[in-house]
């Protein structure tokens, strides 16, 4: 049985309370799960970038709108472990530790934020290194790590494969606020470097991706590691 962090993108998983893809992901997951010791970090989505504008229209500071953020995530983390039922430990992790400890038991382990000043990214990246993790997952909505935002930019190139000192490179000129919305954060990228724990960025608007990259091997993503190697299939 190996051990697999996923990042589970807010957007992806909870673009909207209305257009949630819980249903869609659970089987999925399940299936994960049965098959290996799975946890998941999800992400706030865009309730937690209304709440995050709500509070800075109101004056409220970065720190405390971040706070607000993980609110949202354990939220939505909240929904999942429901919605998993009996595949999932009961409750929400609210540390790496936690996590770590519910993971005795041998279920899926669903967690969000932590600390303000990061994303669930980072929280996803410590806990593959505090678990020692065989990959680490980052499901979002672009298929890997491309040298610009591909949605704004029409020459962006996307990399199949990265040295954790080149994602550091790139992610490292975006700026910290609040709701912030790229690939990964510098947190996370430098995370990542330390560990040496390989990370799979790949696109997750079809939870069907995901089953495939994890069973099959099969897709189209970024892979960031040490040595060219390929993560997938586990
Ligand atoms: P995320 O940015 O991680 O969720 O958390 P997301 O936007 O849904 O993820 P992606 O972009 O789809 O992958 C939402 C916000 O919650 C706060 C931050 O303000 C973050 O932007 N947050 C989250 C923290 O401050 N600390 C955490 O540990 C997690």
Known sequence: MKKVVIS??????????????????VPVLREIASRHQLFIVVGGGGEARRYIDAARRLGIDEGTADEIGILITRLNATMLVAAMGDDAYPRVAESHAEAK????????????????GQTTDAVAAVLAERVQADVFINVTSVDGIYSADPKKDKRAVRYDHLTPRQLIGIVGKAQLVAGLNTVLDIIAARVVERSGIPLVVLDGTDPENLRAALLSGTYTGTVVSRKKTQPLPL
Request: aromatic share 6%.
């Open 101 to 116: 400890k519910f993971a005795e038991h041998k279920k899926c382990v669903i967690m969000g934020g932590i600390t303000p």
């Open 8 to 25: 589970l993108g807010g957007s992806i998983l909870i673009p909207s309370l209305e257009k949630n893809k819980i249903q869609l992901y």
